[in-house]
Nanobody, 110 residues
């Protein structure tokens, strides 16, 4: 497995989760990393990205609630998700260097 996500789970609306994306082969300090999500019956959509120089981008639907960060020493990218809503329920995937992880389920109950 070249990319691995973790940190998903079940949380109540208004709660928080932190997702992690790690890799043993792809160096995140020199490759952009993106988080996507896919809800049942919907297309996969971009949630957030972080570039090697630290530039960050967020979907309008998560701005002000989600943050993205990177720990170069651990070669890990985090997606901190606060004020979660039921519509955030989805499988969350990280991607980098044209490689995708297997995803982690996030379920937000109302």
């Amino acid at each position: 497995v070249q990319l691995a996500e973790s940190g998903g789970g079940l949380v109540q609306a208004g709660g928080s989760l932190r997702l992690s994306c790690t890799s043993s082969r792809i160096i995140f300090s020199i490759n952009a990393v993106g988080w996507f999500r896919q809800a049942p019956g919907k297309r996969r959509e971009l949630v957030s990205t972080i570039t090697p120089d630290g530039s960050k981008n967020f979907a309008d639907s998560v701005k002000g609630r989600f943050t993205i960060s990177r720990n170069n020493a651990k070669n890990t990218v985090y997606l901190q998700m606060n004020s979660l809503k039921p519509e955030d329920t989805a499988v969350y995937y990280c991607t980098s260097a044209f490689v995708w992880g297997q995803g982690t389920q996030v379920t937000v109950s109302s």
